[in-house]
């Protein structure tokens, strides 16, 4: 499901896109510095001769065909499988005409077409949610039509027949709205907020459909907002963004525990507060409450149907007149002050979409900000952490404006729908490059680290994490956690082990064997095994042959040759006892929970395994992991070992996190073992144009906290009473202050 947002603001709490901060205590280049104790250097980011490789992956725009629709405003454009995205109602930024069509766009001939639909084809609208469901249908809730009239009703599109069907609900039907949120959880569809009436009221309420009976839940009230994005993760709904009815745009969070509230788990109660009962006793005959039967008009606060023109009288309404109850689970909320990661809310037109327990902030070009001020950030629900993934300058190609995103159930994959803001560069005729929905833009979430809804971990207890040595997987089930619970037992014991892998005997980080590992990628089969060389060599690991062969491809191939390890029943691979170890593991397991490898150059190593033996699915969770967990102990490990496994994004990151820590990050042992090259080349992840600026000077340009770059300055903490503020991490100078309700 994915909506239209309405174009809101967004600065940076951080210093401009255009600049770097660099701290430590080095050297006095400026006379400000002279007299400082606290030097400070700050780098503008230049374009940097002789190193686009390090540009990484870039997002590719590509022009539709076919029946391109307008721009419309206020429609749904969602992504329902099969490479087709759907695009549904919606009002013509021009005519200001409203629609009901139905438009399909193939992802792979990049062609629109428009739906010939059939049924009972609901009425024109806009402001409305589409969510899929089961894969094959979308559910139509809400919206106003041509009479600014909010509906409440539900109508059904099969996919597969392009039908539709508007089935009998039971239940206190919600208030008409639009502008809402919409989000399935467990054959459940909830309904968040939006408009009503014809004051545009901000609603505040919460209520849920089941699917399985079709009957309306009761509403409670949560909190007030429209156009915002809501999801569901940890048995909790998040809403984010959005207006307040102070018509403001607001970057605070809220969430609502469903958990352990019987409300939410059990089916809705009838009573006085149930609608249908109450027309029921009005007209003197039930309802027909089954879904093969003839459903009645949903009817809106104007008194017109949403499937007619024609009027309706408004039965009296409880749920129109009455405050919801606040709702049972436990309600909080965090405001994020300010910060380098976190994007305000304020300026730019902003995207919000989920992904495994991770809301993506898109903030795209818009008429009063440039791709260099837009971004591509992450917030991680379960630490409520912001992280920059990527500057505008390496998401957005300039010239383009963006209306619509959305994303594939996987989570994945999103796509952005716009257009060119160029008239010379269309082919849509004079006039006509604003008006029509005629680019898209494919985003590989991947490519940032983002596992995706399947690759998603499972939520670990809250106990003590077991130790490395227990071997205990918690995600892995049935028989891979049996022979989980068997790895590096030798055969004595009876563990059915029938093959052992030695490593190299020191298990610290070992940069030259890293780099001369690394260089055997591109050898053949026979190069690319090992025996055991000398004493350095580690004691042997017991493993099943069996489990390699199934998990590890390279293992497969060995042993199908009947190279020397497979009359030998043993192999040398010199990498870190620690790395190989965990390499093992995670071919019982899928895992590199830290419980299963707990150090980062574990993970790193791993990462530079996972280019060697071309194994996607590792690759993913250690860029995944690395990305979340960069801090400066590790910052120069996985920044080399990002480089040598050909992760540009990840030594991109993880560069710009070294030069912003500088002080601390010199002094690491990570760093003290980089080889002489990989001194020279992190000191050239420097931009052309920087240079040293003291602490005195870069207080006046606000790199430490002025207000020239909208920080807040110093006077920032003195608006905000301690008893307001809770800063998350122990990282002070990340400026990620958060004000807990």
């Given at each position: 499901?994915?909506?239209?947002?309405?174009p809101s603001n967004s600065i940076f709490g951080s210093a401009t896109p255009s600049a770097n901060l660099l701290s430590g205590g080095g050297p006095n280049f400026t006379p400000s510095s002279a007299t400082s104790s606290n030097n400070t250097f700050l780098m503008p980011n230049s374009p940097v001769k002789g190193r686009l490789s390090m540009d990484g992956y870039k997002p590719k725009v590509t022009r539709t065909l076919g029946q391109r629709p307008a721009c419309l405003v206020n429609a749904s454009?969602?992504?329902c499988g099969n490479n087709h995205i759907y695009a549904f109602g919606g009002f013509d930024q021009y005519t200001d005409e409203v629609y009901n069509h139905v438009l399909k766009l193939d992802l792979v001939t990049h062609q629109w077409s428009l739906v010939d639909n059939y049924g009972d084809i609901p009425g024109v609208r806009m402001g409305h949610t589409a969510t899929l469901y089961q894969g094959d249908k979308l559910l139509i809730f809400g919206g106003e039509n041509e009479h600014r009239t909010y509906l409440s009703d539900l109508i059904i599109f099969d996919l597969k027949t392009a039908h539709w069907t508007q089935p009998g609900v039971s239940g206190p039907i919600p208030k008409g709205r639009a502008r809402h949120a919409a989000v399935l959880h467990e054959d459940k569809l909830f309904i968040v907020g939006g408009i009503t009436g014809h004051n545009n009221y901000v609603l505040d309420d919460i209520c849920y459909l089941d699917l399985k009976t079709f009957t309306w839940s009761r509403a409670w009230r949560f909190v007030g907002r429209f156009d915002h994005s809501a999801y569901l993760w940890g048995d909790r709904v998040w809403v984010f963004g959005g207006l307040s009815e102070e018509m403001d745009k607001i970057g605070d969070i809220w969430w609502l525990d469903l958990k352990g509230s019987p409300a939410f788990d059990s089916a809705p109660l009838f009573g006085s507060m149930d609608r249908n009962s109450t027309l029921s006793r009005m007209s003197g005959s039930p309802r027909p409450l089954s879904y093969a039967m003839a459903p009645p008009a949903a009817v809106g606060s104007s008194g017109y149907a949403a499937n007619s023109s024609s009027a309706q009288v408004n039965p009296p309404s409880f749920q129109l007149t009455a405050s919801p109850p606040v709702a049972p689970g436990a309600i909080s909320s965090l405001k994020f002050v300010s910060g380098p990661n976190i994007p305000a809310q304020g300026s730019g037109t902003h995207f919000h979409v989920y992904t495994s327990g991770t809301l993506l902030d898109f903030v795209t070009p818009a008429a009063t900000i440039t791709p260099q001020e837009c971004s591509l950030s992450s917030l991680e629900l379960d630490t409520l952490r912001w992280q920059k993934l990527a500057e505008g300058r390496d998401i957005f190609k300039s010239g383009y404006r963006w209306h619509y995103c959305t994303?594939?159930?996987d989570g994945t994959k999103a796509w952005l729908l716009g257009c060119p803001t160029d008239?010379?560069?269309?082919?849509l005729g004079p006039g006509g490059f604003e008006e029509?929905?005629?680019?898209?833009?494919?985003?590989?979430?991947?490519r940032y680290g983002l596992l995706g809804n399947n690759l998603a971990p499972e939520p670990r207890?809250?106990?003590?994490?077991?130790?490395?040595?227990?071997?205990s997987m918690q995600t892995s089930k049935g028989l891979a956690a049996d022979m989980a619970k068997l790895f590096n037992l030798p055969p004595e014991k009876d563990s059915g082990t029938d093959f052992t892998i030695t490593a190299l005997k020191d298990g610290e980080w070992d940069e030259d064997e890293l780099m001369s590992s690394s260089m055997m990628r591109n050898n053949d089969e026979s190069q690319e095994t090992w025996l055991s060389p000398d004493a350095t060599t580690s004691p042997p690991i017991h493993v099943h042959k069996l489990i390699l062969q199934a998990r590890w491809p390279h293992f497969a191939r060995l042993y199908a040759s009947q190279m020397a390890e497979f009359h030998t029943k043993k192999m040398h691979i010199p990498e870190p006892y620690t790395v190989v170890k965990a390499f093992l593991y995670y071919l019982y397991t899928d895992s590199i929970q830290p419980e299963d490898c707990g150090e980062l150059s574990d993970v790193a190593g791993l990462l530079v395994m996972s280019n060697i033996y071309n194994i996607p699915h590792l690759r993913l969770l250690c860029v995944n992991r690395l990305s979340k967990e960069l801090d400066v102990e590790h910052a120069c490990i996985i920044w080399h070992c990002a480089g040598i496994a050909n992760e540009e994004w990840l030594r991109k990151r993880a560069a710009n996190f070294c030069l912003l820590h500088w002080g601390r990050v010199v002094r690491t042992q990570g760093f003290l073992k980089l080889p002489r090259q990989a001194l020279v080349d992190l000191s050239q992840e420097v931009d052309m144009e920087g240079r040293v600026v003291g602490a005195d000077e870069l207080e006046f340009v606000g790199g430490l906290g002025g207000s020239r770059f909208g920080f807040g300055g110093a006077t920032r903490k003195t608006s905000i009473s301690s008893n307001q503020t809770q800063q998350l991490g122990s990282e002070t100078d990340e400026n990620e202050e958060m004000e807990m309700t």
């Open positions: 499901m994915a909506q239209p947002q309405t454009v969602t992504f994303m594939n159930e008239p010379t560069a269309t082919d029509y929905l005629s680019d898209i833009m494919e985003i590989d979430l991947r207890p809250e106990s003590s994490r077991p130790s490395m040595d227990r071997m």
